[in-house]
């Protein structure tokens, strides 16, 4: 990698990394995480039941309609890293986190390709982390302008893996694909509708890119349909709270960003309850329980989160003493745990299940 604007270094044995890749880097509970399952567990994962629509999807990974989308046209060369000062941290902490995301789903997909031998598995990961590589590798690229880049073959070997069962890579990364799209969707439809708030060019690319992260929930939603056991007893508590916990994090995440949403003319929470509501309409195809986000308590618990996370973070950098941060560890905890015990909403699996990204 070569070594300019922020960084410190190469990849190299004996040089410090770079200060994105550093960013990158970071475990926090916001963070974006690197993921490692039981793949021989996925390696005996039978389709069969889903055989018919599983190969229209797998048609559709193959035709590969964004394969010249993730380009940077010769008349967008020029540096775009000048924005307003007020939001250009934020926008790069964005980017970063965006990038890191992407990016770990294409190391997980990557390496289950590798480690099965079923040929189903073996094409579906394998377009899944196509598809991941060229969203990482183009934000790569605008991150340029901004004279950083992330060291993604560095990323790859330093950041810690969590291991996950099967089930719970499903419930997280299914969600995960989804409200990306949904994010990604919204976003997309504001400086459409208003031209004038696309302070940057990349929002140009995200109607096609979001249709990417909606075709691989899609292949989630197939795998936890083709296993029923997975939708029944006791998971449907994991569903809930996998629900539950990309919700919370996408609501406390954008709430660090006020003058990145301010720039879109987009009110955070708003935005945010749109891409819940979204993700929740989306998920009627596969979950029979799903989070009751009208219910007004469901609003009030993440606003308090997001101002308990807030009053963590000062409390950390102040250096206060580790009783105060106990303290609000415990106040999270009881907050999630009255948005887990609200009441689900039950929902009947349709028979056809597929859906079409229409938002």
């Not at 006791?234 to 919700?247: D, G, M, P, Q, R």
Request: glycine fraction near 4%.
């Amino acid at each position: 990698m070569a070594v300019t604007g922020d960084t410190l270094g190469s990849s190299g044995k004996d040089l410090p990394i770079n200060l994105s890749t550093e960013k990158a880097l970071e475990e926090t509970m916001l963070s974006p995480r690197f993921y490692t399952t039981d793949f021989a567990a996925i390696d005996r994962i039978s389709i069969e039941g889903v055989r018919e629509e599983w190969d229209k999807l797998m048609s559709e990974f193959e035709v590969d309609s964004n394969i010249d989308h993730f380009q940077r046209p010769k008349d967008m060369q020029e540096n775009y890293s000048k924005i307003s000062p007020e939001v250009h941290d934020e926008f790069v902490d964005f980017l970063i986190s965006s990038i890191t995301s992407e990016f770990s789903g294409c190391v997980l997909y990557a390496e289950i390709k590798k480690r099965v031998k079923n040929e189903d598995m073996k094409k579906l990961f394998g377009y899944m982390a196509r598809d991941e590589s060229r969203h990482a590798g183009f934000i790569n690229q605008w991150l340029k302008d901004f004279n950083i880049g992330v060291d993604l073959s560095f990323l790859t070997k330093a950041k810690k893996y969590t291991f996950f069962k099967p089930k719970f890579i499903f419930y997280a990364t299914y969600l995960s694909e989804k409200i990306g799209y949904a994010r990604y969707i919204s976003i997309y439809r504001q400086v459409e509708r208003h031209p004038e708030f696309r302070f940057h060019p990349i929002f140009l690319w995200f109607e096609k890119w979001c249709n990417d992260e909606f075709r691989h929930g899609e292949a989630f939603a197939l795998l936890m349909r083709s296993d029923p056991p997975l939708l029944k007893g006791v998971n449907l508590l994991w569903i809930k709270f996998f629900l539950l916990a990309v919700f919370a994090t996408m609501f406390v995440r954008d709430h660090k960003r006020p003058k990145l949403h301010k720039a879109l003319n987009l009110s955070p929470t708003e935005y945010d309850m749109q891409v819940f509501e979204i993700t929740t309409e989306i998920s009627k195809q596969v979950f029979p329980v799903l989070i009751d986000i009208k219910n007004p308590d469901f609003l009030k618990n993440l606003k308090k989160l997001s101002y308990l996370n807030e009053q963590l973070e000062q409390c950390t950098t102040k250096g206060l003493f580790s009783i105060r941060r106990l303290v609000l560890f415990v106040k999270l905890g009881v907050c999630f745990a009255k948005l887990f015990f609200m009441k689900s909403l039950v929902n009947k699996l349709p028979e056809d299940f597929r859906v079409k990204p229409s938002w």
